[in-house]
């Protein structure tokens, strides 16, 4: 279990080794399921993103569950495992197939052994595991060959080696797109290797879950991970009740903070909340956000965990926003770093003007494009004052109202809050 505050671990975790004693990793599958990929996401994760869950059970007994924002520490904060992997390349049949391995452990930091195609490739892995257990390595990832079919001589060779490997985990690589066909597949491979668990990938399309379902039913063995990208690093550990969500359309809030929280740290947060809250959020920080966005898999990967969102927006609105951001970004970088620092320029300035239409020339924007950005960057932070100081406790009061009704340039409306305050008696804002 996990200690208090923190989050419970996945459904399910993987066999840990020691080093110069791996634990032996082979994954399966067919052709086309993205399973060398899947290699080479599951040893980044497993090199740098890992909870050592045992690590966190001997924390129990020192963490104060009444300290302040226990509730709030996630899976991206708490202590890892931080394995040295190496991948070997099995898969002697298809084409490029080393070379993809090669390629994609350069990406990520891990060392892949790899001999020639035309070995076989039982003495390749045996090969490769020698290697591991004189140099210290801790997890073997193989990636085997795949077919276009199932058919006796890939069973066979994957019995083989896991016979000969004494492998702790055979894990079944599944494309969720191909939904409740999955059930024969998985069905396949257990009954003829025995499977301990599966890698759902493409879990990014427009697959609603089928696949989870039929490889859980048909084996009775755990989903392990899910691809959710293309990325190296788009890998998760399965969560069941977070996966519902989703495709419920329920949003998944908690895998949202806890990719926002593995980009960055706490004093970056705190210092980012306290600019939202006094409004001096500027386009530096906007350009930040942005790249947060992207790295948390853009707006599409964020909308489907957001509750009563994802469900709702279609691509289309999706792509719309994205381009919008990107002409912003383009616009940004178009400033001095002066004006980066300081909307005002833009804004109040006498100068806003002329500097407004020397940044869209340069950006390739229309000066409407311009325009619109400005207008909708002073709402915006205008609305995350707002909205900090109301969770702060400190509620939002007219100044705060003037100030929105200002951003938006309408002069008759801020008279008229101005006749409201005067109007007003009793104290400041809040919820009631």
């Known amino acids: 279990p996990a200690a208090p505050g923190f989050p419970p671990p996945p459904a399910a975790t993987l066999a840990a080794g020691q080093a110069g004693n791996p634990t032996v990793i ?27 869950y045992d690590a966190v059970a001997a924390m129990e007994e020192t963490e104060d569950p009444n300290e302040p924002n226990q509730e709030l520490k996630l899976a991206s904060r708490m202590p890892k495992r931080e394995r040295k992997v190496l991948m070997i390349a099995a898969d002697v049949y298809r084409p490029a197939a080393i070379k993809q391995l090669q390629v994609l452990g350069e990406r990520v930091g891990v060392e892949v052994y790899a001999q020639s195609a035309e070995d076989k490739p039982l003495d390749i ?24 079919v199932i058919d006796v001589d890939l069973m066979n ?25 999955a059930a024969s597949l998985t ?10 668990g599966a890698i759902l990938t493409k879990m990014d399309g427009d697959s609603r879950g089928g696949a989870a379902v039929s490889v859980r039913g048909v084996s009775g063995k755990p989903i392990k991970f899910v691809g959710t990208g293309e990325k190296t690093e788009d890998l998760e550990p399965f969560y069941p009740d977070r996966m519902a969500s989703r495709i419920l359309g329920m949003g998944d ?12 740290t706490d004093a970056e947060a705190l ?40 469900g709702q927006l279609n ?53 409407e494009d311009g325009q619109k950005f400005i207008s909708e960057f002073q709402r915006m932070r205008t609305m995350m004052s707002r909205m900090q100081k109301q969770m702060s406790g400190a509620g939002a009061d007219m100044e705060d109202e003037e100030a929105m009704m200002g951003a938006m340039g309408n002069r008759a409306t801020r008279r008229s809050a101005k006749k409201k305050k005067k109007g007003r008696t009793g104290g400041g804002g809040g919820f009631g």
């Open 271 to 310: 210092a980012m909340q306290e600019k939202m809250r006094d409004a001096s959020f500027d386009f530096e920080d906007f350009l930040k956000q942005s790249e947060l966005a992207t790295n948390m898999g853009g707006m599409a990967g964020i909308a489907k965990m957001m509750p009563g969102i994802g």
């Open 26 to 52: 082979l994954l399966a599958g067919l052709q086309g399921a993205g399973k060398t990929t899947a290699a080479g996401k599951l040893a980044l994760y497993l090199k740098e993103r890992e909870v050592d």
């Open 125 to 148: 892995v045996n090969n490769g595991i020698k290697k591991a257990k004189e140099e210290g390595f801790d997890t073997v990832i193989v990636d085997t060959a795949g077919r276009q």
């Open 315 to 367: 691509m289309n609105q999706i792509r719309e926003v994205e381009a919008r951001l990107k002409k912003n970004k383009a616009m940004i970088c178009s400033m001095t770093k002066k004006e980066r620092q300081n909307p005002e320029l833009l804004i109040k300035s006498p100068t806003a003007r002329s500097r407004l239409i020397r940044i869209t020339a340069g950006s390739g924007m229309m000066m």
């Open 157 to 181: 060779e994957l019995k083989g080696l896991k016979k000969a490997t004494k492998a702790a985990e055979t894990l079944l690589i599944v494309d969720a797109m191909t939904g409740q066909e």
């Open 253 to 264: 809030v908690v895998s949202l903070v806890e990719k926002a929280a593995a980009q960055v």
């Open 187 to 196: 069905a396949a491979f257990d009954n003829a290797v025995g499977i301990s």
